[in-house]
């Protein structure tokens, strides 16, 4: 109770103070008697506040294939949870390229056995280390990706920016979790 009073004092004195409203939204998500309501109007609040103020949507072009794109995003493909449910995916998704092409979005460099078997599984690897939120943004939009699989949520390296301003026409939230707040 103490953290979520200090996070409305915060947000009294500055209502578009983005990480405020972030550890507010989180806290309220894992908070066993908050009304619904109330979950979606900071929610809204802190996807208003993360929302670029021009659209950067791209015509997606048709293409021959009819096998999905599908991006997976995120900073963790390492010795991490995300990392270790990943790897064994990743490691089985090029015996089905005949179904889908699979794009692993890597925002973080990392460099560790878990990493190095993600980076060479097969699939089609992209070191998104270093681009800013509008250039990763653009980057997945230019892949025509059918589906983005976000693997970050609200973490602390979360480029949720990018996921509210939809690059790819569907969204999905898999894995991923709390982070620490610095």
């Known amino acids: 109770q103490e953290a979520r009073n200090c996070l409305d004092r915060i947000l009294t004195e500055n209502p578009s103070h983005a990480e405020a409203l972030r550890c507010k939204d989180f806290y309220l ?6 009304d619904i309501e109330t979950i979606r ?3 809204q ?4 506040q993360c929302r670029p103020q021009t659209s950067s949507k791209k015509a997606v072009q048709s293409r021959q294939s009819c096998r999905p794109r599908i991006g997976f995003l ?3 493909f390492k010795s991490h949870p995300v990392g270790y449910m990943t790897c064994g995916f990743f490691a089985e ?6 179904i889908a092409e699979v794009h692993i979005l890597a925002t973080a460099k990392n460099d560790d056995q878990i990493s190095n078997k993600i980076r060479f599984s097969g699939n089609i690897f992209h070191d998104l280390s270093g681009h800013s939120p509008t250039d990763l943004t653009d980057f997945i939009q230019d892949l025509g990706l059918d589906i983005l699989v976000d693997l970050e949520g609200m973490s602390v390296n979360s480029p949720l920016s990018t996921c509210i301003s939809k690059p ?3 969204l999905i939230k898999w894995v991923g979790g709390p982070d620490r707040v610095n």
């Open 74 to 76: 995120s900073s963790n």
């Open 168 to 170: 790819a026409p569907i």
């Open 41 to 43: 109007e900071t929610s």
């Open 93 to 98: 998704a090029p015996n089905f390229e005949q």
């Open 29 to 34: 998500h894992y908070h066993d008697v908050i």
């Open 45 to 48: 609040r802190y996807g208003e």
